[in-house]
């Protein structure tokens, strides 16, 4: 008797979209590596803690848990090309590989504008994989393994955030350093009069200062980092008590509503 052939999902989505979002995703996370490269100029991109402008031509690696927006006007067309690759199919095969692929699993996005043949050649990777719709099959697996040979080649030009040269306008610099100050008192009750104070800035003019650049009540991006490093820390096996008193909730019941509001599950389950 034949066994039931069973569904598996490949450990990639490959996706192209050339169009006005309608509904813009805010900043968010997830346990993926992604590869975007953009075709359109972006204005106003978060990574992680730093906002900054990113060319067109620009291909971006987002690491795991690295919360990001890269665009959001509603009348604005963005071309791009987007990789996720699921983190434990990644480390799982390249637990044991050359250093380069490492980089892959570095906690800071990476940056390269690839140009000429090597553009081309990004272009041709891109296409190849999309023409299996995500399917798993012995030949998108072997299209998947051709492109990472071909990222091996190029990824020791890549170069991190801090050394990418990124424009950044006096308005962003100042969004950066208040989310850099975030960053440093995740584990705190962070008001928002007391970053205010910080900067020498009135709070009302902070609030909408940071709504326009970010497009999210600060309030709710403070959370979101939290949330995010709540993840990480449960991933790497810290207990649900240790990440809830390392990161300040006041409690365990509010640790649980709040990470099972913003990701869905429960954090007993995320770490299971």
């Known amino acids: 008797m034949t066994a039931p052939l069973i569904a598996v999902s490949p450990p990639y989505e490959m996706a192209y979209r050339n169009e006005v ?3 813009p995703a805010e ?6 590596t992604e590869l975007y490269y953009t075709l359109t100029d972006l204005p106003d991109v978060l990574l992680n803690d730093t906002i900054s402008m990113i060319p067109a031509g620009t291909l971006i690696i987002i690491p795991t848990f690295c919360i990001h927006q890269l665009y959001h006007e509603n009348h604005v067309v963005y071309e791009r090309y987007i990789l996720s690759i699921h983190t434990g199919w990644l480390n799982s095969v390249f637990c044991d590989m050359p250093t380069v692929f490492s980089r892959l699993k570095e906690p800071e996005p990476l940056f390269y504008s690839p140009a000429g043949d090597e553009k081309e050649a990004l272009l041709d990777h891109f296409g190849r994989l999309l023409r ?3 399917k798993l099959t012995p030949e998108s697996l072997c299209t998947l393994f051709d492109f990472l040979g071909f990222l091996g080649t190029i990824m020791r030009s890549f170069e991190p955030e801090s ?4 424009p950044v306008s006096d308005s962003q610099k100042k969004i950066n350093g208040i989310l850099a100050y975030i960053q440093e008192h995740l584990h705190e009750q962070i008001k928002v009069e007391e970053i205010a104070s910080c900067f020498y800035l009135n709070p009302d003019y902070l609030s ?3 709504k326009k650049h970010m497009h999210i009540p600060i309030s709710r991006y403070i959370m979101m980092q939290r949330i995010s490093a709540a993840e990480s820390l449960l991933r790497s096996g810290h207990s649900v008590n240790q990440v809830q008193e390392e990161l300040g909730f006041s409690s365990y019941a509010h640790f649980f509503k709040t990470f099972q509001k913003f ?5 007993s389950r995320y770490s299971a």
């Open 21 to 23: 979002s309608p509904n």
């Open 132 to 134: 299996y719709e995500d």
């Open 208 to 210: 909408r200062l940071f």
């Open 27 to 32: 900043p968010h996370s997830h346990n993926a």
């Open 163 to 166: 050394e990418f040269n990124l």
């Open 263 to 267: 990701t869905g599950v429960s954090p």
